[in-house]
Nanobody, 124 residues
Framework: QVQLLESGGGLVQAGGSLRLSCAGS????????MGWFRQAPGKEREFVGG????????YYVDSVKGRFTISRDNAKNTVYLQMNSLNPEDTAVYYC?????????????????WGQGTQVTVSS
C-alpha cells in the first residue's frame, strides 16, 4: 500500500496561486495513477483531475481546465497540483488519492488510498 501526505494549502486572495504537493511512501509510487479531489463544506467530494503513472497523460474537469496543472516526480514520490487564477469557488479541502485501476478515473471509489487533505481558502 501507499501512504499519502498533502501539503501546501493555505489562504490566498482571488486571482492568486498555490501549489499543493502530495508525497507518497510505501510501495512503488510510479505504480499508481494519481488523482486530486476536493470537498467544499456541505458538498460531495469531487474529482479535479488526474495523472497517469508516467506523468505523460493528464485529465482535468472543465471548471479547472486551463487554471490547474497536475504533474508528478516519481523519483521524489510526489505529485503536484499547481493552481492559478484561483477564485472563491475553489475553496475546499483538497485530497490526493492513488489508484491501481488502469486509466485516470474520475470516480472516487476507484481510488484505494487517500491523503488526509489540505485546506485551500480563496478570499474575494
Amino acid at each position: 500500500q501507499v501512504q499519502l501526505l498533502e501539503s501546501g494549502g493555505g489562504l490566498v486572495q482571488a486571482g492568486g496561486s498555490l501549489r499543493l504537493s502530495c508525497a507518497g511512501s510505501g510501495r512503488t509510487f510510479s505504480n499508481y495513477y494519481m488523482g486530486w479531489f476536493r470537498q467544499a463544506p456541505g458538498k460531495e467530494r469531487e474529482f479535479v483531475g488526474g495523472i497517469s503513472r508516467s506523468g505523460s497523460s493528464t485529465y482535468y474537469v472543465d471548471s479547472v481546465k486551463g487554471r490547474f496543472t497536475i504533474s508528478r516526480d516519481n523519483a521524489k514520490n510526489t505529485v503536484y497540483l499547481q493552481m492559478n487564477s484561483l477564485n472563491p469557488e475553489d475553496t475546499a479541502v483538497y485530497y490526493c488519492a492513488a489508484s491501481t485501476v488502469i486509466g485516470i478515473a474520475n470516480n472516487k471509489n476507484m481510488y484505494a488510498y487517500w491523503g488526509q487533505g489540505t485546506q485551500v481558502t480563496v478570499s474575494s
